[in-house]
């Protein structure tokens, strides 16, 4: 199983971006898929996930601003970013669960400056 994300970029403050990471090579569903982060020098946060049954948890510092879907016929889990700031910088992964098994996505760097 491989995760490839994409999506990320440059964006000024205030900006949006949306991000994407899609499953290949699996033909069963994912129980729980989400986005981690990690900004230089820090370790790595968890960002928002969602569930097969579509419930969502947020980290306190991007409720309201960021929104996380899924498209489980497509194995494929989105983060809607809006209102960026500059802390938001960081690598972002994806994670996919299902049951013991864990997948990681090679990261997608979002950068939001001026």
């Known amino acids: 199983v491989q995760l490839q994300a994409s999506g990320g970029g440059l964006v000024q403050p205030g900006g949006s971006l949306r991000l994407s990471c899609a499953a290949s090579?699996?033909?069963?569903?994912?129980?729980?898929m989400g986005w981690y982060r990690q900004a230089p020098g820090k370790q790595r946060e968890l960002v928002a996930h969602?569930?097969?049954?579509?419930?969502?948890n947020y980290a306190d510092s991007v409720k309201g601003r960021f929104t996380i879907s899924r498209d489980n016929g497509k194995n494929t889990v989105y983060l809607q970013m809006n209102s960026l700031k500059p802390e938001d910088t960081a690598v972002y992964h994806c994670?996919?669960?299902?049951?013991?098994?864990?997948?990681w996505g090679q990261g997608t760097q979002v950068t939001v400056s001026s």
């Open positions: 090579g699996s033909i069963f569903s994912f129980n729980v």
């Open positions: 994670n996919f669960r299902r049951g013991a098994l864990e997948y």
């Open positions: 969602i569930s097969g049954g579509g419930s969502t």
